[in-house]
């Protein structure tokens, strides 16, 4: 199998091994192992917000396919990792809860949502989370309170330990089934509308700077970067910060990004960050480009009438 059949962005080639556990304690072994035996390895939710690189990876991909219990008690509901954002959101409307409809349509896990402190349309995880379970890189499962796990947008501190969620407890509350339908339906109609799901793809490539004020969308959409499409990338004609996959390799999804970056840089002196996360084996070459960091170099004269534009619109 490659990991392209597994990863929504469908890039990715072969590994050494699998590891799919089917319970946390099983997650924590299989965790516990890999650090014993020093085995590299990368953590794989559904990757819709990951690329996964075309090498050979020589090591492990623990993937969370089978962690997918999901209970619910009075108006908390325990999920598993692997659950899908859209089966939960499905949940809570079945069980009367509000809290949770923004998360209907997003693509991915429940387990990668809570480690990026995903948001939209709102909402943010970081609001209805009450704690989470995690596996250490060394395999022991510990319990984190929701107080000092968030730092805000798209930023937690297990993106900075690599501690892997296991399990979450969402606090929600009642609400009315109708209400909860109609706001779930919006979610799914905008993105529609927004031709969001037409291709494979990673949601945004890169995070927005709130420094500018400006969404990084409209910054690559004023820098023309839809003529870096080819005929297998294509960067959305709806949304300047999608980038599509129709048939193409990770390198080539990867170089179309670097000329975007560098593209806005050039013109609005902003050093965007990728939202998107690389997994597996970067070649050399990629790597020293992807890394790199510039000194931002704001152009306020081009910026300005871009953000009132945007201010003038919202
Ligand atoms: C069409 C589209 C629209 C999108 N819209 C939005 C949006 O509006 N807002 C938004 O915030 N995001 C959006 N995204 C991005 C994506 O939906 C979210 O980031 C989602 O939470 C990713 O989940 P995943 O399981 O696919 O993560 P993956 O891509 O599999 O993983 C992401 C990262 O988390 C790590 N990881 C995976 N599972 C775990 C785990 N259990 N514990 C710890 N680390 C883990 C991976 O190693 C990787 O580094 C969009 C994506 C697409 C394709």
């Not at 291709?199 to 420094?211: A, E, I, Q, R």
Request: glycine share 8%; with cysteine.
């Amino acid at each position: 199998m490659q990991l392209k059949e597994v990863s929504y962005y469908q890039t990715g080639g072969t590994c050494d091994q699998w590891i799919v556990p089917g319970s946390v304690p099983e997650l924590a072994k299989a965790m516990s192992r890999l650090h014993a035996e020093q085995t590299p390895y990368f953590l794989l939710g559904a990757g819709s917000n990951s690329l996964v690189m075309d090498d050979h990876w020589p090591g492990a991909v623990v993937m969370f396919s089978r962690l997918k219990g999901i209970c619910t008690v009075h108006d908390r509901i325990i999920v598993e990792a692997g659950v899908l954002n859209t089966f939960l959101a499905e949940k809570c409307l079945a069980d009367s809860l509000t809290g949770a409809e923004w998360m209907y349509c997003l693509p991915g896990q429940v387990g990668a949502t809570v480690r990026m402190n995903a948001r939209c349309y709102g909402g943010e995880i970081s609001q209805i989370v009450e704690s989470v379970t995690v596996v250490t890189r060394q395999g022991q499962i510990r319990n984190y309170p929701n107080d000092g796990i968030f730092l805000g947008y798209k930023d937690t501190i297990f993106m900075r330990s690599q501690e892997v969620v296991a399990s979450v407890t969402l606090k929600l509350k009642p609400g009315e089934q109708d209400e909860i339908r109609r706001q779930m339906e919006f979610c799914k109609t905008d993105r529609e509308k927004k031709h969001q799901l037409a291709y494979p793809s990673c949601g945004c490539v890169f995070k927005n700077d709130y420094t500018a004020g400006v969404p990084s969308g409209l910054l690559l959409d004023k820098v023309g970067v839809r003529a870096f499409s080819t005929g297998q990338v294509e960067i959305s004609p709806y949304h300047a910060n999608f980038v599509f996959n129709k048939g193409a390799s990770a390198r080539q999804i990867l170089e179309v990004t670097l000329n975007m970056r560098e593209a806005v840089y050039q013109h609005f002196g902003i050093w965007l960050e990728y939202e998107m996360e690389i997994l597996g084996q970067l070649p050399e070459d990629l790597k020293k480009r992807i890394s790199e960091v510039r000194e931002p170099r704001p152009k306020e004269s081009e910026i300005a009438p871009l953000r009132e534009r945007f201010l003038a619109g919202q």
